[in-house]
T-cell receptor, first 113, second 117 residues
């Protein structure tokens, strides 16, 4: 089954404690991206990747890091989480360089206390 | 850069009525406009999209229209049903600021549609 898998789905953490949200897709997509969803703000892009070892900032990259060492995986790293990073995070992938259908993961709800 | 504005933020209709959600975009170079539906607690999923060389596209009860001159596009849902209740997001492309030409989707803030039986 074609899917994008994120983990963890839910996480409560404290300010400053490094965490990683993993994302894996099994569709051999070149393009992967991270979004955060906040009420009234829609989906805002954090980082995206066009292929292995190729990443670029989206619209709200501050406080986040990513890596793309393998085609299927695109982890999101919060080195020192802060309360303003409390949000719902979605990973997505696409076969069409980001302008075709985006396949989203189920989302990861993160709370930073 | 691209900016996408979506209206209304909430929409309430009676079952069987039509619903229309409108989006405007700022970048005249934008050329791809998808619509995503997000049911409560679920992930967004593509329901329809349109490219700039087409003025209208239909898929059963949903249709999207594009006016490039005015830089706006709309989602039309006819004969609404309770299962159409969800948050709908429009989006538009924006050319990436580096060589390679990858486009990045910019999403609107979303419209919460409620269809009442």
């Amino acid at each position: 089954e074609a899917q994008v898998t994120q983990n963890p789905r839910y996480l409560i953490t404290v300010t400053g404690k490094k965490l990683t949200v993993t994302c894996s897709q099994n569709m051999n997509h070149e393009y992967m991206s991270w979004y955060r969803q906040d009420p009234g703000l829609g989906l805002r892009q954090i980082y995206y990747s066009m292929n292995v070892e190729v990443t670029d900032k989206g619209d709200v990259p501050e406080g986040y890091k990513v890596s793309r060492k393998e085609k299927r995986n695109f982890p999101l790293i919060l080195e020192s989480p802060s309360p303003n990073q409390t949000s719902l995070y979605f990973c997505a992938s696409s076969s069409d360089r980001g302008v075709g259908e985006l396949f989203f993961g189920e989302g990861s709800r993160l709370t930073v206390l | 850069g691209e900016n996408v504005e979506q209206h209304p933020s909430t929409l309430s209709v009676q079952e069987g009525d039509s619903a229309v959600i409108k989006c405007t975009y700022s970048d005249s170079a934008s050329n791809y406009f998808p619509w995503y539906k997000q049911e409560l607690g679920k992930r967004p999923q593509l329901i329809i999209d349109i490219r700039s060389n087409v003025g209208e596209k239909k898929d059963q009860r949903i249709a999207v229209t594009l006016n490039k001159t005015a830089k706006h596009f709309s989602l039309h849902i006819t004969e609404t049903q309770p299962e159409d209740s969800a948050v709908y997001f429009c989006a538009g492309t924006r050319a990436a600021m580096f060589s390679g030409g990858y486009n990045k989707l910019i999403f609107g803030a979303g419209t919460r549609l409620a269809v009442h039986p």
